[in-house]
């Protein structure tokens, strides 16, 4: 059993950034496919990105390319999301979910678990 729990959302103008947190519980967390995903009112999750058990292969969203970029740290058993050059249509609640299948993850977004969100609200 993984728990996961995100932190760092908030308030940034345009043009900003944030690192959003994702820390999770239970040893085995290292084994585990983390992905971000986000859903903005009225629309549908969708991906954002996905970094494999080691850190070693990470994937983006297109419309996050070049801005965005996932790490993790498995001695903290945490995965980050540095999100720079944010603009009002990053605005969004941003999840972190894990699962052990990484093509499923970041191909379908499909996940074992998944946190309970945090809110990034970028004003223009």
């Known amino acids: 059993q993984v728990q996961l729990a995100e932190s760092g959302g908030g308030l940034v103008q345009t043009g900003g950034s944030l690192r959003l947190s994702c820390a999770a519980s239970?040893?085995?967390?290292?084994?585990?496919?983390v992905g971000w995903f986000r859903q903005a009112p009225g629309k549908e999750r969708e991906f954002v990105a996905a970094i494999n058990y080691s850190g070693g292969t990470t994937y983006y969203a297109d419309s996050v390319k070049g801005r965005f970029t996932c790490s993790r740290d498995n001695a903290k058993n945490t995965v980050y999301l540095q999100m720079n050059s944010l603009k009002p249509e990053d605005t969004a609640v941003y999840y972190c979910?894990?699962?052990?299948?990484?093509?499923?993850?970041?191909?379908?977004?499909?996940?074992?678990?998944w946190g309970q969100g945090t809110q990034v609200t970028v004003s223009s």
């Open positions: 239970g040893r085995t967390f290292s084994r585990y496919a």
């Open positions: 979910a894990a699962t052990g299948d990484f093509p499923a993850l970041w191909k379908r977004g499909i996940a074992d678990y």
